[in-house]
């Protein structure tokens, strides 16, 4: 996914809400300009998130590979051999 721009974001935004408003749009532009300007900052802050939360993942699955690769069968010998005879 293509990363969000603050001022790319904010000025789609703003382009969108003129179209609709249209007539009404000078009434509300002083109210709409800095709320779409937060809207953006905060879907960008979001995204930044999602992305920080998928490089932990992808992270945390190599970690979990590689200790696969070292110790097979994962955590059976710190927890006995599962016959309840331990």
């Given at each position: ?51 920080r ?34």
């Amino acid at each position: 996914m293509a990363s969000l721009k603050l001022e790319d974001l904010a000025t789609s935004m703003l382009a969108a809400a003129k179209a609709v408003f249209d007539k009404r749009w000078p009434d509300i532009k002083d109210y709409a300009e800095p709320e779409f300007e937060k809207l953006a900052r905060t879907l960008i802050q979001i995204e930044g998130i999602r992305t920080r939360k998928k490089n932990i993942r992808r992270q945390c699955q190599r970690t979990a590979g590689d200790a696969e690769e070292h110790h097979p069968g994962g955590n059976a010998r710190r927890r006995g051999n599962g016959t309840g005879a331990d």
